[in-house]
């Protein structure tokens, strides 16, 4: 999703909380289809760590893994369509 895609009111939080994204207009970051919603919490592809893991690894066929604690996170695989499977792991 886009920033634009969002209300008034989650643009602004989408502002506060990646600011180092910069200002939102058509050729900027922040406008760029990073933006997915997750458990009623707004995340952007680049807060996501890349996975290299073999195969038998939990996290084998996933693209990418953000922390939410020492011991769970969130787990992203995007397709080639740009679509985003979302998933959780915890240890």
Same mark, same amino acid.
């Given at each position: 999703?886009? +920033?634009? &895609?969002?209300?008034? @009111?989650?643009?602004?939080? +989408?502002?506060? &909380?990646? &600011? *180092?994204?910069?200002? !939102?207009?058509?050729?900027?970051? $922040?406008?760029?289809?990073?933006?997915?919603?997750?458990?009623?919490? +707004?995340?952007?592809? #680049?807060?996501? $760590?890349? =996975?290299? !893991?073999?195969?038998?690894? %939990?996290?084998?066929? *996933?693209?990418? !893994?953000? #922390? &939410?604690?020492?011991?769970?996170?969130?787990?992203? @695989?995007? $397709?080639? %369509?740009?679509?985003?499977? =979302?998933?959780? *792991?915890?240890?």
């Amino acid at each position: 999703m886009s +920033i634009f &895609d969002f209300s008034p @009111k989650q643009q602004q939080q +989408i502002r506060n &909380d990646f &600011d *180092w994204l910069g200002d !939102a207009d058509e050729n900027s970051t $922040l406008s760029s289809c990073c933006f997915f919603v997750y458990r009623g919490t +707004i995340h952007h592809l #680049a807060n996501f $760590l890349h =996975v290299n !893991a073999e195969s038998g690894s %939990d996290f084998y066929g *996933w693209h990418g !893994a953000e #922390a &939410d604690t020492y011991f769970s996170g969130t787990l992203v @695989k995007v $397709l080639d %369509d740009g679509q985003v499977i =979302v998933g959780r *792991w915890a240890s």
